[in-house]
Nanobody, 128 residues
Framework: VQLQASGGGLVQAGGSLRLSCTTS????????IGWFRQAPGKEREGVSC????????VYSDSAKGRFTVSRDNAKNAVYLQMDNLTPEDTAVYYC??????????????????????WGQGTLVTVSS
């Protein structure tokens, strides 16, 4: 299974970016896809998770109202639309995929059990 995350870049505060995660080798309809991020010096945190079997979507507290997950099964792709970005959103963003479940715990999203497949990350930098 290969995951490819893309779409990162430099954007000013208040701007938007759309991240893409494409996959090969795993049927999206039966998997969960999560977006995570890791800022310099901080631990990795989950920001969203889409559970394909029932289309359940969960967001972290920091992502609610600003980030939106969508999918295109024909392209085997999942997107993370990020609006009203702030410098605190600066991080490397990763997508992860597996036959897992999504949940929101402690203001963050998690995938249980931990996903086995990860994309390589795409850097998002938000300038003030």
């Amino acid at each position: 299974v290969q995951l490819q995350a893309s779409g990162g870049g430099l954007v000013q505060a208040g701007g938007s970016l759309r991240l893409s995660c494409t996959t090969s080798g795993l049927i999206l309809d039966w998997s969960a896809i999560g977006w995570f991020r890791q800022a310099p010096g901080k631990e990795r945190e989950g920001v969203s998770c889409l559970q394909s079997v029932d289309n359940k979507i969960v967001y972290s507290d920091s992502a609610k109202g600003r980030f939106t997950v969508s999918r295109d099964n024909a392209k085997n792709a999942v997107y993370l639309q990020m609006d009203n970005l702030t410098p605190e959103d600066t991080a490397v963003y990763y997508c992860a995929l597996d036959y897992t479940a999504c949940a929101a715990v402690g203001g963050r999203t998690i995938m249980t059990p931990d996903p086995r497949y990860w994309g390589q990350g795409t850097l998002v930098t938000v300038s003030s």
